[in-house]
């Protein structure tokens, strides 16, 4: 509108100039008719120009403006389960009827939950040391490369492989397994195991969405057998003084700490003081979660705080078998059969520092059935009373049912964590 007046006033100047030097009122005419051009001319940017503004504000509305505009806060899913026990029943399980070995049926019902996690651990128990070493089970392993194809069908990342199984088949079985990795799927990472000494020298760490881990990843044992003797880097122990330096490693180049120790007690339900021992060294080191494995078993979940530093460590100190097919028979034995899959959501606060900010876990139930792709792990929330009667298990632990498997669950975790993925 301002615009508007403002022509017209200098239309009118104009006119009054012209009428001045000449009294003809044909002029006038003339003006007139200018007016309502140049009118008609205004009045048509004035709309245009109108137009703009009002795009201009939808738009200026809609835009949160630049300081205001909040940053994307970086999250990672990580998931991780516990034993891949691979007793003789497993492997003829997976034993095709053209003689090759293929294990995808037993991670078929968990694998969308293992690739969709940004980062997915598993307990590999056993030495992967190929066929021509041949292929055992308990009490000195030997898996098939197949299995390692498995675990990478089924989304993993990261293989934990120091275990007190670790030299089953000696210097060989470890060459093996380790050149197996590093040719075939040179992309995943495996902890525990070496064949040099830089490598055992230095600390995985892995940045997943701006976040850098460490994983360290030890066993109490090797059952008894020596390392290599121009090996001593083979396995990595749970040694005190080198564990400490290693956390010491982590803590200065990443920004969250997990040691996945392989401890405790076979088929023991609670903690032991082997653990509990550990849990102190690994908390007053700074370590913000413990992954633990080995007993076979479920063990509790719990946050423990340095009194001191105020410092929060969450413990899985046991997340049972993910598979296996024991031989033995008796009491207990049903517990062998619940395994769980941790899971945890790490994000980073406004200072940098990364935390947990969701945990929990998933109960899983190792299911039995004769012939050829018959055994396969299922999630508890996916588990039924009709396939828990199917399940071979039965035979050597009568116990074993649907709801047992709830009523150990909710035994041995804590509401707080069990809850959360299954109410």
């Known amino acids: 509108m301002k615009q508007i007046k403002l022509y017209r006033a200098m239309i009118f100047i104009y006119c009054m100039l012209l009428s001045g030097c000449n009294t003809n009122t044909e002029p006038v005419v003339s003006q007139n008719i200018s007016e309502e051009i140049i009118v008609s001319q205004v009045s048509a940017n004035q709309i245009d120009s109108e137009k703009l503004n009002q795009t201009e504000n939808t738009v200026s509305e809609i835009e949160i403006p630049e300081e205001n505009v909040l940053p994307d806060i970086p999250e990672v899913s990580l998931i991780m389960v516990g034993d891949i026990l691979l007793h003789t029943p497993v492997e003829e399980s997976a034993r095709q009827e053209d003689g090759t070995y293929n294990f995808d049926a037993i991670f078929a019902n968990v694998t969308e939950e293992v690739q969709s996690a940004?980062?997915?651990?598993?307990?590999?128990?056993?030495?992967?040391?190929?066929?021509?070493?041949?292929?055992?089970?308990?009490?000195?392993?030997?898996?098939?490369?197949?299995?390692?194809?498995?675990?990478?069908?089924?989304?993993?990342?990261?293989?934990?492989?120091?275990?007190?199984?670790?030299?089953?088949?000696?210097?060989?079985?470890?060459?093996?397994?380790?050149?197996?990795w590093e040719e075939q799927y040179p992309e995943i990472d495996v902890l525990g195991v070496h064949d040099c000494a830089e490598e055992q020298d230095e600390v995985y760490t892995i940045e997943q969405n701006g976040i850098r881990i460490a994983i360290l990843n030890y066993t109490y044992s090797t059952n008894g057998i020596p390392m290599p003797a121009d090996m001593p880097y083979a396995v990595d122990m749970l040694e005190e003084e080198k564990v400490i330096e290693d956390i010491r490693k982590a803590e200065e180049q990443a920004d969250f700490t997990i040691v996945c120790p392989h401890w405790g007690t076979e088929y023991a339900l609670d903690i032991s003081s082997m653990q509990e021992k550990w849990t102190d060294i690994f908390l007053s080191n700074g370590v913000d979660m413990v992954l633990g494995t080995h007993p076979h078993v479920i063990e509790p979940i719990e946050w423990v705080i340095d009194e001191e530093t105020g410092h929060e460590m969450l413990v899985y100190y046991s997340l049972g078998n993910f598979v296996n097919w024991t031989s033995s028979s008796g009491e207990g034995i049903a517990n062998r059969m619940v395994g769980g899959m941790a899971r945890i959501i790490l994000t980073q606060d406004e200072t940098g520092k990364v935390y947990i900010k969701e945990s929990g876990v998933d109960a899983l139930v190792c299911h039995l059935e004769d012939g050829i792709n018959g055994v396969t792990v299922y999630f508890l929330s996916d588990y039924t009373e009709e396939l828990a009667e199917k399940n071979r298990i039965i035979e050597q632990d009568p116990a074993f049912s649907f709801q047992y498997c709830k009523e150990l669950c909710e035994k041995v975790w804590d509401k707080s964590f069990y809850e959360y993925i299954l109410p």
């Not at 089924?154 to 275990?163: E, L």
């Not at 089953?168 to 093996?176: A, E, H, I, P, V």
Request: proline fraction near 3%; include cysteine.
């Open 118 to 180: 940004d980062l997915a651990l598993v307990n590999q128990e056993v030495i992967i040391g190929g066929e021509e070493l041949g292929i055992s089970g308990y009490p000195a392993f030997n898996a098939p490369y197949a299995i390692g194809d498995a675990l990478v069908n089924a989304g993993f990342d990261i293989i934990c492989h120091g275990t007190n199984h670790a030299l089953d088949k000696g210097k060989q079985g470890l060459l093996n397994c380790l050149s197996f």
